[in-house]
């Protein structure tokens, strides 16, 4: 349990452009055509009607530099107090240097302020909020900012290039794709800081991050995939396996955090989740005991946006005011691996 981080705010960064998933099956038209599938099935499944995606030449950087200004701006901030930003998305400008190192320069950080990446798929940003509040609770530093910019139209139109190129596409070859066609695009940041740091009146107080590792399937969904025939990213997923097998580590979690926080089931709420699709929701909720109508849906409109997608859907929540002080809420991730990672806050 923490008892001396806040979290400053969170905030989502969305992608003007729109492309909906009747776009993406008319430009999968050749696959469709030579398995006889019919349109409407994308959403049909999944429940996204449309997904965001950024003007080509963006970099994860660069929009996640953006949430962050939006950010600063919303807390007013000043930028010299920030002693960490972890760039926590899947995606990222290259390999090397950190991509973080460039949103500290787009922000004009401080030189005193670390700057490093954390991967851990649709974990990233979690995963980055246990990190800055472990070492606040140290004493370590001050305040953080954490960033996440996910570019998905890259993976997307490779996926539907790839598909639609092979001669002898069977159902069997199209279906380890089927998840790639759910991916969006958005940028996400969060701040925290140590309560003497923070508003009394805007901040909310961060209770405990728990996780749990079910690192034996991690096979169930691997992204980076290349073949001779295509020169871009590819992501292989078994969606039924990765649901249920997911679902079920989420369920061994809950027990130990419910225990460490010391809630009880019909004490939540509100709960956010990372989006990925109406199957997996209605799986999750049912499996927790927790009411659907404690959720707040975004991946009808957002989709898959991978390490943005639950900071991303807990901004745009209290936005929408889902949130209200003094609510108790649970952050609810699930990510390959498998790990997952759940969060209490009092709003």
């Given at each position: 349990?923490?008892?001396?981080?806040?979290?400053?705010?969170?905030?989502a960064?969305?992608?003007d452009?729109?492309?909906?998933?009747?776009?993406?099956?008319?430009?999968?038209?050749?696959?469709?055509?030579?398995?006889?599938?019919?349109?409407?099935?994308?959403?049909?499944?999944?429940?996204?009607?449309?997904?965001?995606?950024?003007?080509?030449?963006?970099?994860?950087?660069?929009?996640?530099?953006?949430?962050?200004?939006?950010?600063i701006?919303d807390?007013g901030?000043?930028?010299?107090?920030?002693?960490?930003?972890?760039?926590?998305?899947?995606?990222?400008?290259?390999?090397?240097?950190?991509?973080?190192?460039?949103?500290?320069?787009l922000?004009?950080?401080?030189?005193h302020?670390?700057?490093?990446d954390?991967s851990?798929?649709?974990?990233?940003?979690?995963?980055?909020?246990?990190?800055?509040?472990?070492?606040?609770?140290?004493?370590?530093?001050?305040?953080?900012?954490?960033?996440s910019?996910?570019?998905?139209?890259?993976?997307?139109?490779?996926?539907?290039?790839?598909?639609?190129?092979?001669?002898h596409?069977?159902?069997?070859?199209?279906?380890p794709h089927?998840a790639?066609?759910?991916?969006?695009?958005c940028?996400?940041?969060?701040?925290?800081s140590?309560?003497d740091?923070?508003?009394?009146?805007?901040?909310?107080k961060?209770?405990?991050?728990?996780?749990?590792?079910?690192?034996?399937?991690?096979d169930?969904?691997?992204?980076?995939?290349?073949?001779?025939?295509?020169?871009?990213?590819?992501?292989?997923?078994?969606?039924e396996?990765?649901?249920?097998?997911?679902?079920?580590?989420?369920?061994?979690?809950?027990p130990?955090?419910?225990?460490?926080?010391?809630?009880?089931?019909?004490?939540?709420?509100?709960?956010?989740?990372?989006?990925?699709?109406?199957?997996?929701?209605?799986?999750?909720?049912?499996?927790?005991?927790?009411?659907?109508?404690?959720?707040?849906?975004t991946?009808?409109?957002?989709?898959?946006?991978?390490?943005?997608?639950?900071?991303?859907?807990?901004?745009?929540?209290?936005?929408?005011?889902?949130?209200?002080k003094?609510?108790k809420?649970?952050?609810?991730?699930?990510?390959?691996?498998?790990?997952?990672?759940?969060?209490?806050?009092e709003?």
């Amino acid at each position: 349990m923490y008892n001396k981080v806040k979290i400053d705010g969170f905030k989502a960064h969305i992608p003007d452009s729109i492309l909906t998933s009747e776009a993406v099956e008319d430009m999968l038209r050749p696959a469709y055509d030579k398995l006889n599938l019919s349109k409407g099935r994308l959403e049909m499944f999944t429940g996204i009607k449309e997904r965001r995606y950024w003007p080509l030449e963006k970099r994860p950087s660069q929009v996640s530099a953006e949430a962050a200004e939006k950010l600063i701006s919303d807390l007013g901030v000043d930028k010299s107090e920030i002693d960490i930003v972890i760039h926590c998305s899947v995606c990222r400008d290259f390999l090397e240097p950190a991509t973080a190192s460039v949103v500290h320069n787009l922000l004009n950080l401080q030189p005193h302020a670390l700057n490093f990446d954390i991967s851990n798929a649709c974990l990233g940003v979690i995963t980055g909020m246990k990190v800055i509040a472990d070492m606040i609770e140290a004493g370590t530093i001050r305040r953080g900012l954490l960033v996440s910019g996910e570019i998905g139209f890259p993976l997307l139109k490779q996926t539907i290039d790839h598909l639609n190129s092979q001669e002898h596409l069977r159902r069997q070859d199209f279906k380890p794709h089927f998840a790639s066609l759910t991916i969006g695009s958005c940028a996400a940041a969060v701040m925290l800081s140590h309560e003497d740091l923070a508003d009394k009146e805007k901040s909310h107080k961060l209770l405990a991050i728990n996780s749990y590792s079910n690192t034996k399937q991690n096979d169930l969904c691997q992204g980076g995939h290349n073949n001779s025939s295509s020169n871009g990213p590819l992501m292989q997923t078994d969606s039924e396996a990765l649901l249920v097998a997911g679902v079920d580590t989420a369920t061994k979690a809950w027990p130990a955090f419910l225990e460490e926080t010391q809630w009880k089931v019909e004490d939540f709420d509100r709960c956010c989740t990372h989006q990925v699709g109406s199957a997996h929701t209605r799986l999750l909720f049912e499996s927790l005991g927790l009411n659907t109508d404690l959720d707040f849906q975004t991946f009808d409109k957002l989709g898959n946006c991978g390490s943005a997608s639950l900071p991303a859907t807990t901004a745009l929540a209290a936005e929408a005011g889902h949130l209200q002080k003094g609510h108790k809420i649970a952050l609810l991730g699930i990510g390959s691996g498998i790990n997952c990672s759940l969060c209490a806050i009092e709003w």
